[in-house]
């Protein structure tokens, strides 16, 4: 690990774990408690009113990305993980002033949500990306080609789309599988690890790896106050902000390609939704007892911890394997 990023890590840790309890008082002086989802399993009416918006201690990383790094890439990153949790506040602060668990309009979170994609694919322009398993914007237009490694160049105009597909995608991914006590927080940690070793080792992208290791600190940090039972949720601030920060260090450090393997725990929470509403719609039938998918397991009998921990190990698992193969991609 680089001095930096080493010394993002600890400082954003120690100023996190600092700043938590001050900000679960002063979001209960506030009343922005979270508000149970209607049809979310009975367990969780008891969560109402525990205090959420603590994904506030996330922006703690980008702002110290930046005492270390000016770079483009550092300051897209820095804005895409801002403007998610802006995105994610503004939901929030909807919901808590309606009563009930209605925020933004999931038309306008998504119009939103590619903005400011559009915006960091914008900043960082063709510095990206060079990693092994990364996409490249080819200057001109043409067909694709395959490059070294398991890395693609494709024409500017499909990097764009691709850009902002895994951004919004994996934005909203890991806001789908926020449901239980320390879940998307535990969840994101194993991939944010192998994004650091690809943007250290891979692509020696310094700006994505002092990021990972400084959000890595603040999530460990919130994981303490997060941890079953929760004295503080993220709410859609920090969810959204997570989702960006996974896709937007993975363009940066070369590793777009494996980003559905080390959030494949994402990636089934969402397709659990899809293809529950898909099913409902076209037979009016269920696939799941409850979507997304770590509600499936609870009404199932499982414990709210034995979900979390068992989507953990999953997590650890993919991300293994990715890394396994990269590796082996790498050395061929």
């Known amino acids: 690990m680089n001095v930096a990023a080493l010394a993002a890590l600890l400082i954003t840790f120690g100023i996190a774990y600092a700043l938590a309890p001050l900000l679960i008082e002063r979001l ?4 922005y408690g979270q508000l149970a989802y209607e049809d979310a399993p009975k367990t969780h009416l008891k969560k109402s009113g525990t205090p959420t918006m603590g994904g506030l201690l996330f922006l703690i990383a980008p702002l110290v990305l930046l005492v270390f790094d000016r770079s483009r890439s550092a300051i897209g990153l820095a804005v895409l993980v801002i403007g998610m949790a802006t995105i994610g506040f503004l939901d929030d602060y909807a919901s808590i002033k309606a009563g009930r668990n209605r925020g933004l309009r999931a038309r306008e979170k998504f119009l939103a949500t590619a903005v400011i994609a559009a ?7 063709g510095e990206a990306f060079t990693g092994a398993c990364g996409l490249r914007p080819l200057q001109a237009s043409g067909l694709y080609w395959f490059g070294h490694a398991c890395g693609l160049a494709v024409p500017l105009w499909l990097w764009w789309a691709l850009g902002i597909l895994a951004i919004t995608g994996s934005t909203h991914a890991v806001n789908l599988t926020d449901g239980l006590d320390g879940l998307a927080a535990g969840t994101i940690v194993p991939p944010l690890i192998v994004l650091f070793l690809f943007a250290q080792f891979f692509a020696g992208t310094t700006s994505a790896a002092t990021l990972c290791a ?22 859609d601030t920090g969810s959204l ?14 590793a777009t390609l494996i980003v559905p393997i080390i959030g494949a725990v994402f990636v089934a929470e969402a397709l659990s939704v899809m293809i529950q509403v898909a099913s409902f719609k076209m037979t009016k039938r269920r696939v799941f007892r409850m979507s997304p998918l770590h509600h499936h397991f609870e009404l199932g009998g499982w414990p709210e911890t034995k979900v979390t921990r068992r ?3 999953a997590s650890v698992a993919v991300s293994a394997l990715a890394l396994v193969l990269a590796f082996a991609v790498r050395s061929a």
């Open 28 to 31: 209960h002086a506030l009343k």
């Open 119 to 125: 915006a960091f694919l914008w900043i960082v322009g």
């Open 214 to 235: 400084a959000s890595l600190g603040a999530i460990g940090a919130f994981l303490i106050f997060n941890r079953h039972p929760a004295r503080v949720f993220m709410g």
């Open 241 to 254: 902000a997570l989702g960006g920060l996974l896709a937007g260090t993975a363009i940066v450090s070369g």
């Open 311 to 313: 989507f953990w190990t």
